[in-house]
């Protein structure tokens, strides 16, 4: 230990550090409310203007954090223990003593990971480090990130005079997001922390700051280790799921039900874990992570062909339920084309408002492009941008089904009556229950 990390760790534990959190969004502003929950003062920063006002006005547009939750924390400029209040400014950074980074780190066209945010944020917290601080990644990245790309910035500080030392001046870590929305059960407080440190001294401080605000934390060796860690876990769901997927059209071509036999399978009591076919994937982590790995092994001459093809299956699910669509319109002596057809859910899972690379919009997208007449409607997302395309609501459930010539059930919301919904409309494709 050093001297700046005995005393770091010291106004950890005694509740007095400052802490910063460079991202506000479904990860970043749980964080920050956990963190208030148990006696710190938390400063979030970010480049989005309504995001910050809304913090600083108790108002929460994250489903998993309440409003009401919100506002018993925050407070404008406020540096009271347990409270939270939000800024543009990276200059607050001289004020506080950990910073937490948990930027938007989506892929591009290409699939490759766009870190523009990441190195955005790392250079604005490099021009006002403070001696001494704790700086930790928490966004999604391939393995190598933390230490490749963050750590030449803060060594090379504009806010130092001389090149510091990590480890020493500064200490910095990785530690992979867990947020699953729409849970209740797992939330930031209780999910285990995985944790690697650059240095043995920047793993103990940074546990030792998780360690304050939930229940479990899981020291790896290295940041590497760490990131490699978020990656399995999503690439091992992103494969299963292909792997279900896969067996529901097989088992569809061999006139069997799938979920029957799913249900058989899952009865065994080891060896089997349940996985459950649908119209792909979506969210912010299944689609995605699994390319972050996969582009860093190809710099590496390494072909992952596993994630490729679970990718190009997962992919493939849309057409497939399209088709089914198709089917079901012939079935009743009707075209795809100027049918109309309404969309039940367009979140990426059940009672979430969440659209993020949800299957839904490519659904939607394909039977637009075969002339279909395409509505929607979803409790949880009353409207959303895609494609540059404004889409709402229908604000009328029993209308909407009562004009729609087929009905395609994508996302599982428990509010749902599914079997008045089943016997109100005539062609029905339902991407839940694979025949």
Request: with cysteine.
């Amino acid at each position: 230990m050093t001297n700046k990390s005995t005393k770091l760790l010291q106004r950890i534990t005694n509740k007095q550090a400052n802490l910063a959190i460079v991202g506000l969004g479904y990860v970043g502003l749980p964080l920050a409310v956990a963190f208030a929950k148990n006696g710190y003062t938390v400063i979030g920063i970010d480049v989005d203007e309504q995001k910050v006002d809304a913090v600083n006005q108790g108002e929460s547009y994250i489903q998993d954090v309440a409003s009401s939750t919100l506002a018993r924390y925050s407070s404008r400029r406020s540096k009271s223990p347990g409270s939270i209040w939000a800024t543009t400014d990276y200059s607050v950074l001289q004020q506080c003593d950990v910073a937490i980074v948990c930027v938007p780190t989506p892929l591009n066209k290409t699939r490759d990971p766009d870190v523009r945010l990441l190195i955005s944020a790392g250079e604005s917290i490099a021009a006002h480090i403070p001696a001494g601080m704790l700086v930790v990644l928490e966004s999604t990245t391939y393995p190598g990130t933390t230490e490749e790309l963050l750590l030449p910035m803060l060594e090379g500080s504009q806010a130092a005079d001389v090149s510091w030392q990590v480890g020493e001046d500064f200490f910095l870590a990785f530690s992979p997001e867990r947020i699953d929305p729409g849970r209740g059960d797992w939330v930031v407080e209780n999910t285990p922390k995985v944790v690697g440190g650059v240095t043995p001294t920047c793993l103990e401080v940074a546990c030792g700051l998780y360690g304050q605000a939930i229940e479990r934390v899981v020291p790896v060796s290295s940041t590497s280790a760490a990131e490699m860690t978020k990656l399995l876990e999503n690439t091992f769901r992103a494969v299963n799921i292909a792997l279900v997927n896969e067996t529901a059209i097989m088992c569809d071509k061999l006139g069997i039900d799938v979920w029957e036999v799913i249900e058989a399978a899952a009865t065994k009591p080891y060896g089997f874990m349940k996985f459950t076919p649908g119209p792909g994937v979506g969210g912010h982590c299944i689609p995605l992570d699994p390319h972050y790995l996969s582009w860093k092994l190809k710099m590496l001459n390494y072909n992952a062909r596993f994630i490729q093809l679970a990718g190009e299956i997962n992919t493939e699910m849309p057409h497939y339920w399209v088709d089914k669509v198709q089917d079901a319109l012939n079935d009743v002596g009707k075209a795809v084309k100027g049918s109309r057809v309404l969309i039940l859910g367009v979140a990426y899972k059940k009672d979430i408002d969440d659209v993020r690379e949800s299957p839904a919009l490519d659904i939607i997208e394909l039977l637009r492009g075969k002339g279909a007449d395409v509505r929607y409607h979803d409790p949880y997302v009353a409207k959303f941008l895609h494609n540059g395309r404004g889409l709402s609501s229908e604000t009328d459930l029993d209308e909407a089904l009562a004009a729609a010539d087929c009905v395609v059930i994508v996302t599982d919301h428990s509010n749902y009556d599914w079997q008045r919904i089943a016997t109100t409309c005539g062609a029905l494709v339902d991407t839940r229950h694979v025949v």
